[in-house]
């Protein structure tokens, strides 16, 4: 399935940047809906193209308004699109995310933004008593061509109960572990930017396929699920 994101989309997200207030917003509600609903197509072809190939059972598109509560930044709208794809869970693990931005800040992510402390611990047992598959899955050439280096917040030091001196304490001191693949402005408007999106995707498979095989089993290999 395929969709094609309009440039009228981008120049309504500049617009709205350089207008973030509501009575800009209001005035412009008419357009907004219309450029919504045409975006909305571009998240379901992905979403569409991703069921083909993996188990994804939710596309989250997240609302244009900011919430504003507990931030400094009191700017009521976000000035960008974006959506997740959540994969089938217990058995299947990691997720998908579209970021639709102007001047070239577009980008999709994968992995794992936010492990829960329980998920975090296991991925670190496990690079602490063997990293070599991980080292493979990451130094892959299909991968690396795609989407570069595993990159993620981590800690300054070793975790409490790891040694810092460990020969993985690079993967053991993460506290994300995702990747990130930016594109241009001119490559989201061309008509197979969704299929581009979707054949990146497909590449992330095998870093999936080891995570949730790690996420579901404990350290010996029995399943938890």
Same mark, same amino acid.
Request: proline share 3%.
């Given at each position: 399935m395929?969709?094609?994101?309009?440039?009228?989309?981008?120049k309504?997200?500049?617009? %709205?940047?350089?207008n973030?207030?509501?009575?800009?917003?209001?005035d412009?509600?008419?357009?907004? =809906?219309?450029?919504e609903?045409?975006?909305?197509?571009v998240?379901?072809a992905? /979403?569409? $193209?991703? =069921?083909?190939?993996?188990?994804?059972?939710?596309?989250?598109?997240?609302?244009?308004?900011?919430?504003?509560? /507990?931030?400094? $930044?009191k700017?009521?709208?976000?000035?960008?699109?974006?959506? #997740?794809f959540?994969r089938?869970k217990p058995?299947?693990?990691? !997720?998908?995310? %579209?970021?639709?931005?102007? $001047?070239n800040?577009?980008?999709?992510?994968? !992995?794992f933004w936010?492990?829960?402390?329980?998920d975090?611990?296991?991925?670190? =047992?496990?690079?602490e008593?063997?990293?070599?598959?991980m080292?493979?899955?990451?130094?892959?050439? #299909?991968l690396?061509n795609?989407?570069?280096?595993l990159?993620g917040?981590?800690?300054?030091?070793?975790?409490? !109960?790891?040694n810092?001196?460990?020969?993985a304490?690079?993967?053991?001191?993460?506290?994300?572990?995702?990747?990130?693949?930016?594109?241009?402005?001119?490559?989201v408007?061309?008509?197979?930017?969704t299929l581009?999106?979707?054949?990146?995707?497909?590449?992330?498979?095998?870093?999936?396929?080891?995570?949730s095989?790690?996420?579901?089993?404990?350290?010996? !290999?029995? #399943?938890?699920i």
């Open positions: 395929s969709a094609t994101v309009q440039n009228d989309v981008f309504f997200l500049e617009n %709205l940047e350089k973030n207030n509501r009575e800009w917003f209001n412009h509600k008419k357009e907004f =809906k219309t450029i609903t045409d975006i909305k197509k998240y379901q992905v /979403f569409e $193209n991703l =069921k083909i190939h993996d188990d994804v059972d939710t596309l989250k598109m997240f609302r244009i308004y900011r919430d504003v509560r /507990f931030s400094k $930044n700017q009521p709208y976000k000035t960008h699109f974006g959506g #997740s959540h089938v058995h299947l693990r990691g !997720g998908y995310y %579209l970021h639709i931005q102007p $001047n800040e577009s980008f999709i992510a994968t !992995g936010e492990p829960n402390k329980e975090l611990l296991r991925m670190r =047992k496990e690079f008593m063997d990293d070599e598959e080292r493979s899955i990451l130094n892959d050439t #299909s690396k795609v989407w570069g280096n990159i917040d981590e800690l300054v030091s070793a975790p409490k !109960g790891f810092k001196e460990h020969k304490i690079d993967l053991i001191k993460k506290k994300q572990y995702i990747f990130i693949k930016k594109f241009t402005d001119e490559e408007l061309k008509s197979d930017f581009k999106v979707d054949m990146s995707f497909k590449t992330i498979r095998p870093y999936f396929n080891y995570m095989d790690v996420l579901t089993t404990d350290l010996n !290999g029995v #399943s938890l």
